[in-house]
């Protein structure tokens, strides 16, 4: 098992629908998560990074953590076709030098 | 701010040629510095990374090795590239100070081997 599934998709969603990304994970320690967007041929960019459990919110953008379930969402509302790309979940545990990601998710959003 | 360049952006190696890739971070010192490989369609790989000059920590055993020779600059080599070597190589940083911060990419090279 690995220690964090992500589905890979693809998924696509009309212009404007709200998008729910999710991974889970085995792992009891990952106490610190990430969201990174990687566009076509580009490095993978930070999005979201949130360290307790709960919603945390910048913009369009919604991470959410439930840390008694081992799962993680990202919610974009008001989907954009310049949110198309491959979305990334990483984590880690205290102390850890090395994050670990899922596999990512492609995401289409159809004008 | 910070930035991380990566270079070349694109390279076409045949097989059994050297490799040297290098990658470079401005802004910041003392960073920890990362290298990753990511094949088609599969999650990013963990090879190498590095707390300090001349400290490298190797993920996976295979025929690449890497280098820090200064505090913010970072190199991945091969004496002899396999078939096998090809895909995008990612350079990331992440602060040496607050364990646990997220790390930050270059843009990546795209290394196809023929």
């Known amino acids: 098992q690995k220690e964090v599934e992500q589905d890979p998709g693809p998924l696509s969603v009309p212009e404007g629908a709200i998008v729910s990304l999710n991974c889970t994970y085995s792992?009891?320690?990952?106490?610190?998560f990430m969201w990174y967007r990687q566009y076509s041929r580009k490095g993978p960019e930070l999005l979201m990074y949130?360290?307790?459990?709960g919603n945390k919110e910048d913009g369009r953008f919604t991470a959410q953590v439930d840390k008694s379930s081992k799962y993680i969402s990202l919610f974009i509302r008001d989907s954009q076709p310049s949110d198309s790309a491959t979305y990334l979940c990483?984590?880690?545990?205290?102390?850890?030098?090395?994050?670990?990601f899922g596999q990512g998710t492609r995401l289409t959003i159809n004008p | 701010s910070q930035t991380i360049h990566q270079w070349p952006a694109t390279l076409v190696q045949p097989v059994g040629s050297p490799l040297s890739l290098e990658c470079t971070v401005e802004g910041t010192s003392n960073p920890n510095l990362y290298w990753y490989r990511q094949a088609a369609g599969r999650g990013l790989q963990l090879l190498f990374y590095?707390?300090?000059?001349?400290?490298i920590s190797s993920e996976v055993p295979q025929n690449l090795s890497a280098s820090r020779p200064q505090d913010r600059q970072f190199i991945l080599s091969s004496k002899k590239l396999l078939l096998s070597d090809s895909g995008f190589y990612l350079c990331a940083w992440s602060p040496l100070q607050g364990r646990n911060q997220p790390q930050h990419f270059g843009d990546g090279t795209r290394l196809s081997i023929l």
């Open positions: 590095s707390v300090g000059i001349g400290q």
């Open positions: 949130t360290y307790s459990s």
């Open positions: 792992n009891s320690a990952f106490q610190y």
């Open positions: 990483a984590m880690s545990a205290p102390g850890a030098q090395k994050l670990v």
